[in-house]
């Protein structure tokens, strides 16, 4: 079964050589490592994992460079309510790098731009906050958590803020998809990731591997 990436990714698993059959190029061998990464809290409190493969990391996606990088918590799909305002906490101990307190609201005409250019695809995870929590000592990769979409930011975090695991920093929204451009109530749900160096938790993974990896993230500390 093939892994989910393109066959142009770089970032490991399984690739196509083009003009030829198709061959298999090992993934970096830190992935083993990340997924061991654990002690992390759900960024929306009494949530589960979504119960469909295609909201978690390394779904294939017809847009955004053809996969999707984080784990989206839609409305019933992980256990709790998901509304706009629902309060988001940041998942790990860490220190706010972006806090998009000044964010400008999507406009149709950046809607219709192909998404493949890296400054249109970070407009469209609309309004934003990253915490920087350290570099990882097995992987030796610096951990940050990404929470997009985002209707606003709470006061408390702002760059250079540094925040608790569970704290709340941010609120549920839509902003960034060009669906809310017609309908307000579209597409709430926070997208939420996890980047390791320069690959994200899931990346180059089966949907099953996926799936576990993200469990042992959210796995509690004895």
């Known amino acids: 079964m093939r892994a989910w990436i393109s066959d142009d990714d770089d970032g490991g698993g399984i690739s196509a050589v083009r003009g030829g059959p198709e061959t298999a190029t090992p993934a970096p061998r830190f992935d083993a490592t990340l997924r061991e990464l654990t002690g992390f809290v ?5 949530a589960c994992l979504p119960d469909l493969d295609n909201l978690l990391a390394g779904a294939p996606r017809d847009y955004r460079n053809g996969v999707h990088e984080g784990v989206d918590f839609y409305p019933n799909h992980v256990c709790v309510p998901v509304e706009r305002g629902t309060q988001v906490r940041a998942a790990r101990d860490g220190v706010v790098i ?7 609201a999507l406009t149709r005409s950046e809607a219709r731009r192909p998404d493949s250019d890296p400054q249109t695809l970070d407009r ?3 309004r934003q906050v990253e915490i920087d929590h350290g570099v990882d000592e097995r992987s030796g990769q610096r951990v940050i958590t990404r929470y ?4 606003s930011i709470a006061s408390t975090a702002r760059v250079g803020a540094t925040v608790r695991a569970g704290q709340v920093i941010a609120f549920v929204g839509n902003s960034g998809t060009p669906e809310s451009l017609d309908d307000p109530k579209a597409e709430i749900h926070l997208h939420f990731e996890v980047r390791i160096g320069e690959r994200f938790l899931g990346q180059g993974m089966e949907p099953e591997a996926v799936r576990e990896a993200y469990e042992r993230l959210f796995r509690t500390l004895n």
């Not at 972006?98 to 400008?104: F, G, M, Q």
């Not at 997009?148 to 209707?151: G, M, Q, R, T, V």
């Open 42 to 46: 759900m960024p929306i409190a009494g």
């Open 98 to 104: 972006r806090a998009d307190t000044a964010y400008r």
């Open 124 to 126: 469209f995870r609309g």
């Open 148 to 151: 997009a979409h985002l209707d």
